[in-house]
């Protein structure tokens, strides 16, 4: 019989995109070796990924396909006795309530903990960066504004730089020449307090090092909310 170690099973619906996901598992177990001593394998959750060969959602945009993807996610994390499931993806919270309703486990919001974070900082205008599928259905706004945070999206120009850098790192081109487009981006918006990174693609382009402004990782503020939140049975 498999040893249980009191922690909830993690289901991750990932593959949006691949490479996120691995770093939000890496995030993880980073997370248990640095704050809860973990050396052993059985001192970490157990914990499934799913790599969904969804449909594109940085160029395409997100629609009833993609929920059907995810839907179907939950159904096979579920079945494998995950207790406890995470999104590595901002462009697939558009569809986050019809996930968590469809699912009987707790679901993980990026976008509650990334408001949480925020407003945690005493920050009250940010620009978010994100795919043009968060931004045209603002899905951060009402999480965001509720707690008075302002919220400023890059002009179309400026976004059209932002899209084409993280499909560079979806490709595996991102470079020095894309970190320096995304820097000037965030420069062209001087009355900012902080920066959300709002797609789990752009951490690989910039990150806290490359500037002076409070920036919000996604992707660990996720990480780090389901490292707390596994450690809690019910």
Same mark, same amino acid.
Request: aromatic share 6%; charged share 20%.
């Given at each position: 019989? #498999?040893?249980?170690?009191? +922690?909830?099973?993690?289901?991750?619906?990932?593959? #949006?995109?691949?490479?996120?996901?691995?770093?939000?598992?890496?995030?993880?177990?980073?997370?248990?070796? &640095?704050?809860?001593? *973990?050396?052993?394998?059985? %001192? +970490?959750?157990?914990? #499934?990924?799913?790599?969904?060969?969804?449909?594109?959602?940085?160029?395409?945009?997100?629609?009833? %396909?993609?929920?059907?993807?995810? $839907?179907?996610?939950?159904?096979?994390?579920?079945?494998?006795?995950?207790?406890?499931?995470?999104?590595?993806?901002?462009? *697939?919270?558009?569809?986050?309530?019809?996930? &968590?309703?469809?699912?009987?486990?707790?679901? #993980?919001?990026?976008?509650?903990? &990334?408001?949480?974070?925020?407003?945690?900082?005493?920050?009250?205008r940010v $620009?978010?960066?994100?795919?043009?599928?968060?931004?045209?259905?603002?899905? +951060?706004?009402?999480? $965001?504004?509720?707690?008075?945070?302002?919220?400023?999206?890059?002009?179309?120009?400026?976004? %059209?730089?932002?899209?084409?850098?993280?499909?560079?790192?979806?490709?595996?081109?991102?470079?020095g020449i894309?970190?320096?487009?995304?820097?000037?981006?965030?420069?062209? +918006?001087?009355?900012?307090?902080?920066?959300?990174?709002?797609? &789990?693609?752009?951490?690989?382009?910039?990150?806290?090092?490359?500037?002076?402004?409070?920036?919000?990782?996604?992707?660990?503020?996720?990480?780090?909310?389901?490292?707390?939140r596994c450690?809690?049975?019910?």
């Amino acid at each position: 019989m #498999m040893k249980q170690n009191g +922690y909830l099973k993690i289901g991750v619906l990932g593959g #949006m995109g691949p490479e996120a996901s691995a770093t939000f598992y890496l995030s993880l177990i980073k997370l248990f070796q &640095t704050e809860l001593k *973990a050396r052993h394998n059985f %001192e +970490y959750p157990e914990m #499934m990924i799913h790599n969904i060969p969804s449909p594109d959602n940085v160029e395409a945009g997100v629609d009833d %396909e993609l929920k059907d993807y995810l $839907l179907n996610s939950v159904e096979l994390l579920e079945k494998s006795g995950m207790q406890l499931l995470a999104i590595p993806c901002n462009s *697939a919270h558009v569809h986050i309530e019809a996930v &968590t309703a469809a699912s009987k486990v707790t679901v #993980m919001n990026i976008l509650e903990e &990334t408001a949480h974070a925020v407003s945690r900082a005493k920050i009250n205008r940010v $620009l978010l960066l994100g795919t043009e599928s968060t931004l045209k259905k603002g899905i +951060y706004v009402p999480h $965001l504004e509720q707690r008075n945070i302002e919220v400023v999206v890059p002009s179309p120009d400026h976004q %059209e730089v932002v899209t084409h850098s993280i499909m560079a790192v979806c490709d595996g081109t991102n470079d020095g020449i894309t970190k320096r487009q995304v820097l000037d981006v965030i420069k062209s +918006y001087p009355n900012i307090e902080g920066v959300v990174l709002g797609c &789990t693609e752009i951490p690989f382009i910039v990150n806290q090092q490359d500037m002076e402004l409070p920036c919000f990782d996604t992707l660990q503020i996720l990480a780090r909310a389901t490292f707390k939140r596994c450690q809690t049975q019910g």
